[in-house]
DNA sequence: CTTGACCTTCCAACGGTGGGAAGGTGCAGG
DNA sequence: CCTGCACCTTCCCACCGTTGGAAGGTCAAG
């Protein structure tokens, strides 16, 4: 197998298969004479794994890590279950930030017109020495600020 | 006020500031004798808009577009409520994925013991030939897969 | 043999942010 | 006045994960 076949099989772009390699993540595909990647079956396994987790949000490092585990029968299973159960903890405090957004948004839209007048509590709000946060349960949201935006 | 002073102010650092003010999002800032970036109280209000819409997770486009609108005085609050309108919907589909993502995570953590035994069910699942989502209903999940990791 | 689809490596960009070097300024204390 | 320190300036680099493109080599079918 080509970089092209495992790139359709897995759903990973070739770019990113030759990054994963140059990163050290999987290991150096064998070349033919021609000097062109090939693949195994084993490749297309851990490729497939890849994939997946990244579906799953893991980060490149933690999949690592994750395919360290797989690779070693030896494993425990607590491990494994270590990482997965923290990374939930984490996608679940992100939640919690991006709901939080929502709900100071659509206070703030609520109280706007939408409509020609150019009055709009949204971009007042935005502007004014206030703090934005019309909502006092959480109190923590300021500490949690910088992360990822949404596309 | 020098940059320092509207930093600590606006809670947006000294590099950032520069960065947005390089990059257009604000207009560049007036100079001292020294070379120093003097700032005033408009400015001041200026970047505490920023940085509110970045804390409600706007990107710096989406702030662009805000504040032309926050600067026009003849704008229609229906321009502004569309904007956090959509950006609403984005985080809502953002978090939808999150949760997706949660729902996999702990139904198959819920199959691993979590002891010192090796075999595990989310290794092996993801490691398999067949795909993740135990979840039929989303079943457009494929289709949404790359965006921001969670650190 | 030509054409087109594939492969190779290399270099750059994106969005935001942080780090640091090398040098200039402003102000207080001795 | 000199020294020291906190601050400012510009510059370049790194991160993460991904995409794009240029310039060139290879393979298989027509």
Same mark, same amino acid.
């Given at each position: 197998?080509?970089?092209?076949?495992?790139?359709?099989?897995?759903?990973?772009?070739?770019?990113?298969?030759?990054?994963?390699?140059?990163?050290?993540?999987?290991?150096?595909?064998? +070349?033919? /004479?021609?000097?062109?990647?090939?693949?195994? @079956?084993?490749? %297309?396994?851990?490729? *497939?794994?890849?994939? #997946? =987790? +990244?579906? /799953?949000?893991?980060?490149?490092?933690?999949? @690592?890590?994750? %395919?360290?585990?797989? *690779?070693?029968?030896? #494993? =425990?299973?607590?491990?494994?279950?270590?990482?997965?159960?923290?990374?939930?903890?984490?996608?679940?405090?992100?939640?919690?930030?991006?709901?939080?957004?929502?709900?100071?948004?659509?206070?703030?839209?609520?109280?706007?017109?939408?409509?020609?007048?150019?009055?709009?509590?949204?971009?007042?709000?935005?502007?004014?020495?206030?703090?934005?946060?019309?909502?006092?349960?959480?109190?923590?949201?300021?500490?949690?600020?910088?992360?990822?935006?949404?596309?």
């Amino acid at each position: 197998m080509n970089i092209g076949d495992i790139a359709k099989a897995t759903g990973i772009s070739a770019k990113m298969i030759r990054y994963y390699e140059e990163t050290g993540l999987i290991r150096a595909a064998n +070349r033919a /004479l021609s000097g062109y990647r090939v693949y195994s @079956d084993n490749d %297309l396994q851990t490729l *497939r794994f890849v994939r #997946r =987790a +990244r579906d /799953l949000g893991f980060t490149v490092k933690q999949i @690592d890590d994750l %395919l360290t585990l797989w *690779r070693d029968r030896t #494993r =425990a299973s607590a491990s494994v279950k270590e990482i997965a159960m923290g990374h939930v903890a984490a996608l679940e405090k992100k939640m919690q930030e991006l709901k939080d957004m929502t709900d100071t948004l659509l206070h703030l839209a609520s109280n706007c017109h939408g409509d020609d007048r150019p009055d709009c509590p949204i971009l007042r709000t935005l502007g004014s020495a206030d703090a934005v946060a019309p909502l006092p349960k959480t109190r923590d949201r300021r500490k949690t600020r910088a992360f990822d935006r949404v596309r």
